[in-house]
């Protein structure tokens, strides 16, 4: 039995024009390429399973924890230290929700509605002229029934985590908050159930035992809410990745042996297929022009704005943009292997490969949280001895509950989030906590040219003539000729002749690579590069090349406006550097900080733009994959880098800085992959952004101070020694009152940030 139709591609193949066959299960199978040959002997019967008898492949894919990229395990999970869900190490165009950050949300959101009226429910007891609205009793009651369910359900990720977290000996933020609301939790259960237990200094002015289940439910949620916003920030991340692989083509063209045409599924794509790439199309795959001729936009590669000419022979890449020519094309890396996927493991490789930042309160836990365990368990232990049991537990209760983490969790997120709201104000947008801690730090700036340091769209500098003619004339001839090509310089050269009453052109043509030509009132003009006027048998002479050469050497791309019978004119072409970056760079070169420039563009080009902002190190013609790597040698060699972008191509790079910096003008890929982004496309926000990052990690590390300092002060009171002495016993509720106070302090201490001056 034969089968005249690819199995892989789906394209009808004769035997004889077929690349190979393949005998199968008594059946013989034809190919229209050996790509999609070698494809079908690998796994025959994957392609001949009807759909609905296909068996899904079981998940190889390998996952890690945000945290600790050291862990990695095939299939979904949790990380054995800090028992945060895995995330794949592989980005797909999967489009199903974060099934974590799904959870984490119902559970703030139910927590909320809950915790609302257990505060007002305690802040009921603390109105003397409002008590008398509700018994005491029954309050107590109603925010035991609210806040249980929030601290058992609520809260339970958390439990797990700080249990995670004591089993594997690395205590953290999850622990403090597990043994903070589980001790005033289970505090609170003991004085509702059994009040008589306790002696009368723990009792309010009401009588009844002072209890903690709105401080416990009021921090759960909290922390249920930075949990969310964490998780919105990871998901944004894992987008950036998904936006890169969206670059390219759902679909491809192949051509057959006999010529026909089929439009396939990209997935279907093999090596050895050849490919129609039509006009303004996106090219499927990376390979090699086998005929046909046409400019492509590489600018998502290069970050350059200026089309490549590519004919036969030439390399193209998938995902960039063909234009107004049609050629066919040979694959050679298709799937995980074209340059764009690569790029996409880079950004993914590169964000994993960052070692968390562990803040002040993290690595202070480590030692402060067994310290203060310890410290309950003694006081219980010696209180006991004493024989006076009661005595110990409700001592060891305000040791664990002075130390609960309210003020410790609103330390940092109250100073960045006052911070960066400061920043949003002044045109710096600030993604991440880690990027203002590692932004003040760094000694080194990389800074890609276009789009960054320039304006990333080419304009007509200036004309030059060379006959004696006049240069309204000259760009009423070229504004007229250009206006009837695609080509982006020829936009620049219009909008260079805007307010020009332009004349009409007759027997226009475009000489793909090479320029146009056409006629006005009779004449023949030209206007392209040199290979277009050596053609037309107009040679360029030694003084002309000399201008041009110096023109070039200034960063100018050069044209040529000609008649029929001698050169005229010269049209210079740049792109334009933005005002404020010369400022900005003068600005960080004075505190200290390094600048380099890196670049796709030509040596020459990115050596003229750099002398004018003053930058001496410069990469130019440099690949995406080559930036990432440029980073990790400046990291190696000790340098705390940032790294400025705007384009595709420095996804990479932004991702593997200690900061990266996209400018909002650029694409949303190196926006999403980058920690901050310059609302105005403009470096001195960058500088604004170097003096947010001081002023933001100081304001922390006040704020740790405060957080510390009451706990720290309070929990020797707390364990009762000075009683024996002096009669002072800090009760739970005294001991609530001075971690509330301590959070006033911080939350008060935060609010200076808003009249921060940038």
């Given at each position: ?30 190919f ?136 594997n ?8 908050i ?91 794509v093999?090596?050895?297929?050849k ?10 795959v ?10 492509v ?6 970050g ?130 880690d990027?203002?801690e590692?932004?003040e ?31 309204k ?68 002479s ?7 050469e ?25 792109d ?16 200290g ?7 796709g ?28 790597n ?43 992959s980058?920690?901050?982004?310059l ?37 020797p ?21 001075a ?20």
């Amino acid at each position: 039995m034969e089968k005249l139709i690819d199995p892989i591609c789906g394209m009808t193949v004769s035997p004889e024009a077929a690349a190979g066959e393949y005998e199968f299960d008594g059946t013989t199978y034809y190919f229209c390429s050996k790509g999609c040959l070698e494809k079908f002997k690998n796994n025959p019967s994957s392609f001949l399973e009807p759909p609905e008898q296909a068996v899904a492949p079981l998940d190889d894919v390998e996952y890690t924890c945000p945290m600790h990229p050291e862990i990695v395990q095939i299939g979904p999970g949790s990380c054995p230290i800090c028992g945060m869900a895995l995330e794949p190490r592989i980005v797909s165009l999967d489009d199903k929700p974060d099934a974590e950050l799904s959870a984490m949300t119902r559970r703030f959101w139910a927590c909320l509605l809950l915790t609302v009226p257990v505060f007002a429910l305690a802040t009921l007891e603390m109105v003397a002229s409002l008590q008398h609205l509700i018994p005491i009793r029954v309050s107590l009651w109603l925010q035991f029934l609210l806040a249980t369910p929030v601290i058992l359900w609520g809260g339970f990720p958390f439990f797990q985590r700080g249990w995670a977290s004591i089993k594997n000996i690395s205590p953290n933020m999850f622990t403090l908050i597990a043994i903070g609301t589980g001790a005033a939790w289970l505090y609170s259960i003991v004085g509702l159930f059994f009040p008589d237990l306790f002696p009368t200094s723990f009792r309010g002015h009401s009588g009844e035992v002072s209890l903690y289940f709105e401080a416990a439910a009021v921090i759960t949620t909290l922390v249920l809410l930075g949990q969310v916003l964490e998780l919105r920030a990871r998901s944004q991340t894992s987008s950036a990745l998904k936006a890169l692989l969206g670059l390219a083509p759902k679909t491809a063209r192949i051509v057959s042996d006999d010529g026909t045409e089929k439009e396939i599924s990209l997935e279907h794509v093999v090596v050895d297929m050849k490919l129609r790439v039509r006009a303004n199309d996106k090219i499927p795959v990376d390979g090699v022009v086998l005929e046909g001729e046409s400019s492509v936009d590489e600018s998502m590669i290069s970050g350059e704005p200026i089309p490549v000419m590519k004919d036969a022979g030439a390399k193209v890449i998938g995902g960039t943009i063909n234009g107004s020519g049609s050629f066919v094309m040979h694959a050679e890396k298709v799937g995980r292997e074209t340059l764009l996927a690569q790029i996409v493991q880079m950004v993914g490789e590169a964000q994993r490969s960052k070692a968390p930042i562990q803040n002040l309160a993290d690595r202070v836990s480590l030692y402060f949280v067994p310290a203060v365990v310890l410290v309950a368990i003694i006081t219980l232990v010696v209180w006991a001895l004493l024989g006076n049991f009661v005595f110990g537990f409700a001592c060891a209760v305000a040791v664990l509950i002075i130390a609960c983490p309210c003020a410790l969790g609103l330390a940092t997120p109250m100073s960045i989030m006052v911070g960066t709201g400061r920043g949003a104000q002044s045109g710096v947008l600030i993604k991440k906590a880690d990027a203002l801690e590692a932004l003040e730090k760094i000694d080194t700036l990389v800074v890609d040219k276009t789009g960054t340091l320039t304006e990333g769209k080419p304009r007509l500098q200036k004309v030059v003539a060379i006959a004696d003619i006049d240069e309204k004339h000259i760009l009423t001839l070229s504004g007229a000729l250009e206006k009837m090509s695609e080509h982006p310089l020829a936009s620049a050269i219009v909008k260079g002749a805007e307010g020009i009453s332009l004349p009409k052109v007759e027997n226009f043509k475009s000489v793909t690579g090479k320029g146009v030509i056409g006629e006005i009132d009779g004449i023949k003009y030209l206007i392209g590069n040199r290979p277009l006027m050596e053609e037309n048998g107009l040679k360029l002479s030694q003084d002309i090349q000399t201008k041009a050469e110096e023109e070039r050497n200034d960063g100018q791309t050069v044209m040529f406006v000609a008649s029929e019978k001698a050169i005229i004119a010269m049209l210079c072409l740049a792109d334009t550097i933005k005002e404020s970056a010369k400022e900005a760079v003068e600005s960080l070169n004075r505190e200290g900080i390094e600048t380099i420039m890196l670049t796709g563009d030509n040596q020459t080009t990115a050596v003229a733009v750099g002398k004018k902002l003053g930058i001496t190190k410069i990469f130019a013609e440099v690949l995406p994959e080559d930036k990432g790597n440029i980073i990790k040698n400046l990291q190696a060699k000790g340098k705390i880098v940032g790294m400025a972008g705007d384009g595709v191509n420095d996804a990479p790079a932004l991702a593997q800085a200690d900061v990266g910096i996209a400018m909002a003008t650029g694409t949303d890929v190196a926006i999403e992959s980058s920690d901050i982004t310059l609302i105005h496309g403009d470096l001195r926000g960058l500088v604004r952004a170097r003096h947010l990052s001081h002023a933001t990690m100081r304001n922390i590390r006040q704020n740790l101070f405060f957080a510390f300092a009451y706990n720290l002060l309070g929990v020797p009171i707390a364990t009762g020694i000075l009683y024996p002495f002096f009669g002072i016993l800090l009760s739970p509720m005294i001991a609530s009152a001075a971690m509330t106070f301590s959070s006033v302090s911080v939350i008060g201490n935060a609010l200076r940030l808003r009249n921060l001056k940038l």
